[in-house]
């Protein structure tokens, strides 16, 4: 097959409407509908040295998304595992179980790159018997001088015109191990002087002395990526090739090692743009600094882009796939708000989360006038978007706690919630009204009094009087006590990968990205939370029960998302 690169279709505008096809289907509709291609084959290729991200799921959401919409097409799951340095089992295994909780089913199509070891060596052995490539004794650095740059030349490297039988006994060599790593390597014989520089003899093969997770100590020699990432994808016979925007200037090796060996299918490499978002880093080693210098708690710390740590933080797959979905797909670098993500995982749970009440920061208030060991069940509603999922009974007692921020002392005229004399409804219950407000002797408030009207029971008063302010409560002797963690940003930059005067993104760590409250208080029933599920805790947002850290009896609540929503409010602003 000769190279059937077209990557002339004109990417998809960002006013495009919805329906509308991106420029990538575009391009795979056109080679359905033409026979070029009876079905698609598809590949996600991740390195796995490190958890995937946010970013990763852009690429999975496209790759396997391509594949389940049309007959008989397939998606890959491929390790590109050629660099046993970085490389290890524990990241095939978490990429496996992120992209299964995705969603997304790879069957039997699950592959290595290293199974392809044996068939790469013949490969490489083809190019050298035909005089495309030739092993080099220059050092890296050395080759590195000898590249140019791209308004200079670079300069033919002195083992270049080794013959073909020089260059198969030194390669065979360099796979016995005869040779220390960083002595020798293969090189593509391309062109010196190209002005890409990926043309400019690449290295194909390089000496590392190194166990590898899968092949053990079986190869000391290991393909590059540009060399392994095309031929693998011939092998698995993948029609589109669909890889980030960094790659368009590595796509002419993709061909030129393509044209240059034997190979029955060529696939077309189309490159979209990656996601970058906001507050946030997306490159696996700088994710991986954050784990190994401690700023996180792990690479699935709920503050962390990662697939692992956005699924402890509360994210489903479902709030994932529909962000990847609105994005879309172009051509252009740009960078993605963050409030974006935070609006999916909202619309998601607003359907789907029951809600419960829970207090934060607790004050304790004493209803005087309400009888003291008397319970009484008042009926509250699970999620309102959903009638089907119903009613539970929540308990009202003497004493109970409600959040300190909803009262004040000397509150201002816009504040609705308690303070002297006032009266509110709480949620679910009834009208009490602040009669006396208890100080500690620091002077800080420590207790209110407060009557209620028996009368309002649910909410409303026979006689019509209002209240503006609804707060939310718990019974002090029926909640139970746990911890429940609020997560900010990351990063206090918008965009923490900018390097200016002389800052890196770790200068950019926001320090109150994390704050524990051990003391939070809240509605019986759900200390048998199961981990990982999620509620709505009224006026407080979406929260899911650690899956690390819950004990049975005692979960713990990550805050998954506010209420807030920072996207709706600046679209409806326009
Ligand atoms: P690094 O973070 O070190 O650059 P990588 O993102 O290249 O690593 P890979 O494991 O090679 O990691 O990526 C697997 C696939 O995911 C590639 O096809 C890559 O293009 C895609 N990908 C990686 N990051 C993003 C991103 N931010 N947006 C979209 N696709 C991405
Ligand atoms: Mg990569």
């Not at 191990?177 to 043309?199: C, Q, W, Y």
């Not at 509603?381 to 089907?388: A, G, H, Y």
């Not at 746990?482 to 900010?488: A, G, I, P």
Request: proline letters at 6%; hydrophobic letters at 35%.
């Amino acid at each position: 097959m000769g190279n059937p690169n077209d990557n002339s279709t004109e990417p998809n505008s960002g006013d495009a409407a919805p329906e509308s096809l991106d420029f990538i289907r575009e391009i795979i509709a056109n080679d359905l509908s033409s026979g070029k291609h009876a079905s698609t084959v598809t590949r996600f290729p991740p390195e796995p040295n490190g958890y995937i991200h946010i970013g990763h799921a852009k690429s999975i959401c496209l790759n396997f998304g391509v594949a389940q919409e049309s007959d008989a097409s397939v998606c890959h799951l491929r390790f590109d595992d050629t660099n046993p340095v970085k490389e290890d089992v524990k990241y095939v295994d978490s990429i496996k179980k992120d992209v299964a909780w995705l969603g997304f089913d790879w069957g039997k199509n699950l592959y290595f790159a290293s199974d392809y070891f044996e068939k790469l060596y013949d490969f490489a052995v083809e190019l050298i018997e035909n005089g495309k490539a030739f092993v080099c004794d220059l050092t890296l650095d050395e080759i590195a001088e000898h590249r140019g740059t791209p308004t200079r030349p670079g300069k033919n490297s002195p083992y270049r015109d080794r013959s073909p039988e020089e260059n198969l006994e030194l390669f065979e060599r360099m796979r016995d191990g005869e040779f220390d790593d960083g002595t020798r390597v293969l090189r593509a014989k391309i062109d010196m002087a190209s002005p890409n520089l990926h043309m400019r003899d690449p290295v194909l093969y390089r000496i590392r002395k190194t166990q590898h997770h899968r092949t053990g100590d079986k190869w000391c020699i290991y393909p590059m990526y540009d060399f392994t990432h095309c031929l693998s994808d011939s092998i698995e016979g993948i029609t589109h090739s669909l890889c980030t925007l960094e790659f368009e200037v590595h796509r002419p090796l993709y061909d030129w090692v393509l044209d240059n060996v034997k190979v029955d299918c060529h696939p077309c490499q189309i490159e979209f743009a990656r996601l970058n978002l906001t507050y946030s880093v997306l490159s696996k080693r700088k994710l991986l600094s954050l784990v190994e210098e401690g700023h996180v708690d792990g690479w699935d710390d709920p503050r962390m882009p990662t697939v692992s740590g956005l699924r402890r933080r509360g994210y489903t797959p479902a709030s994932i796939r529909s962000f990847c979905k609105t994005i879309g797909l172009t051509k252009f670098n740009s960078l993605t708000d963050v409030a974006l993500l935070e609006h999916s995982i909202r619309q998601d749970l607003n359907e789907t989360a029951e809600r419960r009440l829970a207090v934060l920061r607790p004050l304790k208030v004493v209803i005087t006038n309400f009888e003291e060991g008397k319970v009484e069940e008042l009926e509250a509603v699970n999620n309102p978007k959903n009638p089907e999922v119903g009613t539970r009974t929540i308990p009202f007692t003497r004493e109970i706690y409600v959040e300190r921020d909803d009262f004040m002392e000397d509150p201002p005229k816009k504040y609705f919630r308690l303070g002297p004399g006032r009266e509110v409804r709480l949620r679910f219950a009834f009208f009490i009204t602040c009669q006396e407000v208890i100080k500690n002797a620091a002077g800080e408030v420590v207790e209110l009094h407060c009557t209620y009207d028996p009368e309002t029971k649910g909410g409303n008063a026979p006689d019509g009087r209002k209240v503006k302010g609804t707060i939310h409560w718990v019974s002090a002797s029926k909640a139970f006590e746990t911890e429940v963690r609020l997560y900010d940003r990351l990063f206090t930059a918008e965009d923490p990968n900018k390097e200016e005067d002389g800052k890196t993104f770790i200068d950019y760590l926001n320090p109150d990205s994390l704050e524990e409250i051990s003391e939070a208080k809240l509605e019986p029933g759900l200390e048998d939370t199961e981990p990982g599920a999620l509620y709505q805790f009224e006026r407080l947002g979406y929260f899911c029960a650690d899956a690390k850290d819950s004990q049975p009896g005692k979960p713990v609540f990550n805050r998954t998302v506010t209420l807030r929503d920072a996207w709706a409010k600046q679209q409806a602003k326009g």
